[in-house]
């Protein structure tokens, strides 16, 4: 089985919507294997997201995700990470596909929810950006 890296984002806590996201995970067969509620500084933002800061939306981005708390979580199952991407949807709401998360309840592009790793090298590290080995509950 695969692990990867999920962030339930600002907009999505806000709205009260940890639990309706969570069970869209939980009925594609993902596992929550870790969880916690945190609160970002911009700074903490900018490292998470570092591979975007020479995006134009860098400063929009990292402002939004340490709007809020957001809930950090690891997912696991058989190919967790491409599962979790077509649980969440398109980046923008927009595009995607009806029943997902972002489809359902992004706001825009930016304000889009969830964020989940897009590869096995990017979830080990956004993991360990978040949890310890004594946090991860098979
Ligand atoms: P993540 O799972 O959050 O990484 O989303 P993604 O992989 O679908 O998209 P990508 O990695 O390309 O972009 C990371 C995040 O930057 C997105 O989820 C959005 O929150 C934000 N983002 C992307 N494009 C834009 C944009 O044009 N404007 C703004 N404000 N934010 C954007
Ligand atoms: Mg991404």
Redesign the pocket.
Known sequence: TERTLS?I?PDATKRNLTGKINAKFEDAGLRIVAQKRIQLTQDQAGQF?A??KE???FG??TE??ASGPVVVQVLEGEGAIAKN?EV?G???PADAAPGTI?AEFAE?????S?????APETAKEEISFFFSGLELVG
């Open positions: 962030i984002k997201y591979v975007h995006r134009p939306f929009e981005l939004f995700m991407r969440m398109a980046t923008n972002r825009s592009v930016g304000e889009n969830v964020h989940g790793s897009d």
